[in-house]
Structure formats: C-alpha cells, structure tokens
C-alpha cells in the first residue's frame, strides 16, 4: 500500500522522491522513506548529513527543509548543495503557498517547526487535536477542527532544564535524563531525575487541561506527542487521566507533507538557490 514517503515528484523531465530535514536548537534530524537519522552539532554532523544524502540514498530527492536555526541551516545548505542530484526546498516558502493545509488564523510569528508538526500530526489524527512536541523546548500547541492553529504555550525542554541547573547551581552535576526510578529521591541524582520528570509531566499535563478547557470548551481532544522523551512523556500523561498518541517524526512529517500536496512548478520557486562560499 503507498504511503506518504512513496511520493515521486517530476521537476524538468526528472523523478524526485521527498525528503524532510528540521533543523533543530540542539540537532538536525533528516527523514526520507523508512530513515530517520538524527545527529547532535557536533563536529562531525556536517560530513554524516553529507555522506548519507551522497553514499546511502538510491534516488534524486526533494529536500523540504524547516529551521529553527539560521546559522545551522546556513551550513546544511551548503552540505547539500555540494551534492549532485538533489534540490534543497525552503519549507517556509511552501507552507505560505498550502494555506489550506494549516490556516494561521490569528497567531502571530510561531515557530515554524510548530506549524510543521501540525501537519504532520494530521496525517495520522484528525483534528482538532492538540499536539505536544519534546526537545530543547516543550510545545504544546492547539489545532481546530477545520485545520486552523490556535496557538499554545512553549517552556523549557528536559534536557534544557538539566542544563541550566548544571549552569547556575554548584551542587548539581551536568547529567543526562533518566526515568527516575522513585518519586522521592534520596541522593541528588535520583532527586534531580524525580523533579525533573514532575515538572515536565505536571507541565504538560497542565497545558493540556488549559488547553482543552479554554480553546475547547471541555472537551477532550486528540492529544500527539512527538519527539527524544515523547514516549516517557506519553506514559506520564496516562497517568493523569490523559490519553495520548505518540507519532515520533511530525515536524519531518509536516515537511514531507508540503512537498507531496505542492504543485510541481510552485516547489520549483522554493528551491534554494546556491549558497556562494
């Protein structure tokens, strides 16, 4: 049965699948077919990104990228337009041109991975629904049921409130996130990973409930969860009575989304043109 990710687009006599890359704070995550590959800025994410869309792919792609982050996106542009065959797709360019895929309604200046996920979200969901996404910040975010985004709220990440109590406290060490084992820890570590799971599950599930109450009258809505600790964050919420789905890749989802339901020649007008070095 074809899915989404068999989406074959022509762009001058040539056969392009579609592809979706978020360039996120912390990392950049790259999407086509069945490969999700995910990669922290380190020094060598520029050559990973490289040799995958250069050595491991087996067709020309469409490259829909969405940025939170401009010097990041800058780079992996120029990474991509070193590579022949493929054509880098600003996402931005065709979501302005899909309206009708998400209505902006009255919200102003939102992330665009937030929009993104959205869309993506409604592959698998049909709204309205809200949608929570996990990574260097915590969105939740409202969609209505004729496609329109409402708005949310945004707080800091797990792995972002790890490292500012790394930053500004001298007794708490820099740590990576567990799921904490107790609810009262009894040394700093078991405490930290206590209090840092409360305030993220107690966090959401506090967004969700205001969400539902003022934007859907009571109602309970489709809640999809997304991203690194998505499927912890899922487990939480059960526990406070809220159901949620968690579908791991919406941003990438969204982009691919934009691709597929764009006309060829309006994709031809996003292309990114070469970056000079």
């Given at each position: 049965?074809a899915?989404?990710?068999?989406?074959?687009?022509?762009?001058?006599?040539?056969?392009?699948?579609?592809s979706?890359?978020d360039?996120?704070?912390?990392?950049?995550?790259?999407?086509?077919?069945?490969?999700?590959?995910?990669?922290?800025?380190?020094?060598?994410?520029k050559?990973?990104?490289?040799?995958?869309?250069?050595?491991?792919?087996?067709?020309?792609?469409?490259?829909?990228?969405?940025?939170?982050?401009?010097?990041?996106?800058?780079?992996?542009?120029?990474?991509?337009?070193?590579?022949?065959?493929?054509?880098?797709?600003?996402?931005?360019?065709?979501?302005?041109?899909?309206?009708?895929?998400?209505?902006?309604?009255?919200?102003?200046?939102?992330?665009?991975?937030?929009?993104?996920?959205?869309?993506?979200?409604m592959?698998?969901?049909?709204?309205?629904?809200i949608?929570?996404?996990?990574?260097?910040?915590?969105?939740?975010?409202?969609?209505?049921?004729?496609?329109?985004?409402?708005?949310g709220?945004?707080?800091?990440?797990?792995?972002?409130?790890?490292?500012?109590?790394?930053?500004?406290?001298?007794?708490?060490?820099?740590?990576?996130?567990?799921?904490?084992?107790?609810?009262?820890?009894?040394?700093?570590?078991?405490?930290?990973?206590?209090?840092?799971?409360?305030?993220?599950?107690?966090?959401?599930?506090?967004?969700?409930?205001?969400?539902?109450?003022?934007?859907?009258?009571?109602?309970?809505?489709?809640?999809?969860?997304s991203?690194?600790?998505?499927?912890?964050?899922?487990?939480?919420?059960?526990?406070?009575?809220?159901?949620?789905?968690?579908?791991?890749?919406?941003?990438?989802?969204?982009?691919?989304?934009?691709?597929?339901?764009?006309?060829?020649?309006?994709?031809?007008?996003?292309?990114?043109?070469?970056?000079?070095t």
């Amino acid at each position: 049965m074809a899915t989404l990710y068999d989406t074959m687009i022509e762009i001058n006599n040539v056969q392009y699948g579609i592809s979706g890359i978020d360039v996120g704070n912390s990392r950049v995550k790259l999407h086509h077919d069945d490969v999700y590959l995910s990669y922290p800025y380190d020094k060598e994410w520029k050559k990973n990104v490289q040799h995958h869309y250069r050595d491991h792919v087996s067709k020309r792609y469409l490259i829909g990228l969405s940025s939170v982050n401009p010097k990041q996106s800058t780079a992996i542009v120029k990474v991509l337009q070193r590579i022949p065959g493929h054509l880098v797709i600003n996402a931005h360019n065709l979501l302005m041109q899909n309206k009708g895929l998400l209505k902006l309604g009255e919200v102003e200046n939102a992330g665009l991975d937030r929009l993104l996920g959205a869309i993506g979200a409604m592959n698998k969901v049909e709204p309205p629904l809200i949608t929570v996404d996990c990574g260097t910040a915590i969105t939740v975010n409202a969609i209505s049921a004729d496609r329109t985004f409402l708005g949310g709220v945004i707080f800091a990440g797990i792995s972002t409130q790890l490292f500012g109590l790394a930053k500004q406290t001298a007794g708490i060490p820099e740590k990576s996130f567990e799921p904490p084992t107790t609810l009262v820890g009894v040394n700093t570590h078991d405490s930290l990973m206590a209090g840092i799971s409360a305030s993220t599950i107690g966090g959401v599930t506090q967004a969700v409930r205001s969400i539902q109450d003022a934007v859907f009258k009571g109602k309970d809505v489709p809640v999809v969860v997304s991203g690194g600790e998505g499927e912890f964050l899922v487990k939480g919420l059960a526990e406070n009575q809220i159901k949620a789905t968690y579908i791991p890749h919406i941003v990438t989802d969204g982009v691919m989304t934009l691709l597929a339901s764009t006309e060829p020649i309006a994709i031809q007008d996003a292309i990114i043109e070469k970056i000079r070095t």
